[in-house]
C-alpha cells in the first residue's frame, strides 16, 4: 500500500543512476513490477496500481540494414571455409525471404510446395505470431535452396545462432562491411 507513483519515478532513477541500467532494462524491470501490481489488484491485495499515471521512456532504435551494394559484395564474395560458405548462403537466402533464424533453421521440406502460380513457396506457421505465411522462393533463394538439398527432414544444415553471427561477423569483415551484422 505504501508504493505510489512518486516510489516508481524514486526506483527508476535509482537504476539509472545508482545500477547505471540502460533504459532498455529498466523498462523491462518496471514492466516486470507493473505486472506485479497488476496481479496483486486482482487478488484484492491493493486498492490502486502505483503504475497509473506513470510513463515508461520509450526508445528510438535506429534501423540498421545492408545496402544493395552491401548484399551484392556478400553474394559474390567467396569464402574458402565451408562453414562461412554456409553462413553467407544462409544469410542471403534469409535476405531473400524475410525469414527469421529459427524460421530457416528448422525450416522443413515439407514447408516448400508449388504455389499458385506453379513456382516454390514456402509455406509455414511464424513461431512469434502463430500466423501462417507464404513466401515466393525468388531465383537467387531457389539456388541456394537446391544447393542444400539432402535426404534430411531439413532443409538446412544446423548451425547455433551463437555460431551462425559469430560467423556471420567474420564475413563482414572479409567483405568490409563495417556495420556491426547479425541475422536479426
Known sequence: QDVDLSFIKD???YLKTNRKFSQA?????????????SFAIEQNEINQNPF?????NLLKKEVVYLTTEEL?????????QPRLIIVRDLFIFCCYT???YNAMANLKHS???????GKLWISLTREKTNKSVSIPILPKA???????STDSNLVFPKLSNQKFNSYLKEI??????EKNLTHH
Open 11 to 13: 526506483y527508476e532513477c
Open 25 to 37: 532494462t529498466i523498462n523491462k524491470v518496471l514492466q516486470r513490477l507493473k505486472k506485479m501490481f
Open 52 to 56: 497509473n499515471g506513470y510513463r515508461f
Open 72 to 80: 551484392k559484395a556478400l553474394e559474390s564474395s567467396k569464402p574458402i
Open 98 to 100: 524475410g525469414l527469421a
Open 111 to 117: 514447408n516448400i510446395e508449388k504455389g499458385f502460380d
Open 142 to 148: 531457389n539456388t541456394i535452396l537446391n544447393r542444400y
Open 172 to 177: 563482414a569483415d572479409i567483405v568490409g562491411i
